[in-house]
């Protein structure tokens, strides 16, 4: 075969104490290179780094879909073939997208926690102590109650979570608990709510707020009223709850 254009070859050049580089142009020409010269950036459109909106939005639409099928079929018995099949991809298109089915799974994980400590972020701009604890209990509530597919698969599929993943997981929710911490000592610091361990009060809010996924009917029960009676029977006054949903979140 001939030799390809833009091949780079390595040689001791009379005259010259070190090695130089030629590169064969297009047109035939030997090119000499110093080695003290930066590179010379190759021809052609640069590789892109990160991923364009279009993957993105794609990505984003396979964990939703993945978070349903596991949350009808349990995380063992659903696969990536019902993935594809419910996108009307090709199983090999799919993994364009993700790696293997254990890779989907932290990537519903992740997109879950990120996308609620972005919400928690700025909902800790809150000024009052007290209306700023209420927000972050509605917050857990609305999550939950309105993502019970994507929620269910966390909850009860964390045992599956690969080692290679659990400790960036870790790592997210850590932070995100100590939001909560820092909301319940604020309030104790204001006298919104009794003086207790905060870390012990914010896993109560927490507990409480995330068991809903159990139990929460969309079809009976209305997650504004629920976030607002849980407000109540932490902070004993009835506070208005934000127009908040985890649609405005997730999306």
């Known amino acids: ?35 003290g010269e930066p590179p010379r950036r190759r021809r052609g459109r640069p590789r892109l780094t990160e991923p364009t909106a279009a993957y993105v939005r794609r990505q984003a639409e396979i964990i939703e879909v993945a978070a349903r099928i596991f949350h009808a079929h349990g995380y063992e018995a659903g696969s990536l073939d019902d993935v594809a099949a419910a996108l009307d991809l090709r199983k090999a298109n799919l993994y364009y997208y993700v790696d293997s089915k254990a890779q989907l799974l932290y990537l519903i994980f992740d997109r879950a926690i990120s996308l609620a400590l972005q919400r928690l972020d700025d909902l800790s701009k809150t000024p009052d102590a007290r209306e700023r604890l209420a927000a972050f209990i509605a917050h857990q509530v609305s999550l939950v109650a309105d993502e019970r597919s994507l929620f269910t698969v966390i909850f009860e599929s964390r045992p599956r979570l690969g080692a290679e993943y659990e400790e960036q997981i870790r790592q997210k929710e850590r932070v995100y608990l100590r939001r909560y911490v820092e909301a319940v000592s604020k309030a104790i610091e204001a006298g919104a709510i009794p003086e207790v361990n905060p870390r012990y009060g914010a896993q109560a809010i927490l507990g409480m707020s995330s068991w809903v996924y159990k139990w929460f009917d969309p079809e009976e029960d209305d997650w504004a009223q629920l976030a607002s009676d849980f407000v109540e029977l932490v902070l004993k006054v009835r506070l208005p709850v934000e127009g908040l949903s985890s649609a405005d979140v997730l999306r």
């Open 1 to 35: 075969m001939g030799r390809d254009l833009g091949t780079v070859a390595c040689e001791r050049v009379p005259g010259l104490g070190d090695v130089t580089q030629r590169r064969l142009t297009g047109a035939g020409v030997i090119e000499q290179q110093d080695p």
